[in-house]
């Protein structure tokens, strides 16, 4: 027989209500996104700012000659 009557489906209802392991599994999943999701963020900010500095320091060595006077006294 295809058709379950009434009581049969609110049954499952009842059951798949009761059932906490879909429900701890899609709170895993949600922690999971949040996390990555933080570390993406943080990830792309730290990017950012690394960037800028190799930049700052690359310009700032361009700019040096290379055979100016440190004041060591060694040649």
């Known amino acids: 027989m295809i058709y379950l009557g009434m009581e049969t489906n609110m049954q499952f209802i009842r059951k798949m209500l009761k059932n906490e392991k879909g429900a701890t599994a899609i709170e895993y999943g949600l922690i999971a996104a949040l ?3 933080a570390a993406i963020g943080a990830m792309t900010s730290l990017g950012s700012n ?12 361009a700019t040096t000659p290379a055979d100016a006077d440190d004041g060591s006294g060694v040649e």
């Open 50 to 61: 690394l960037s800028g500095t190799f930049n700052t320091v690359s310009g700032k060595l």
């Open 35 to 37: 996390i990555a999701v």
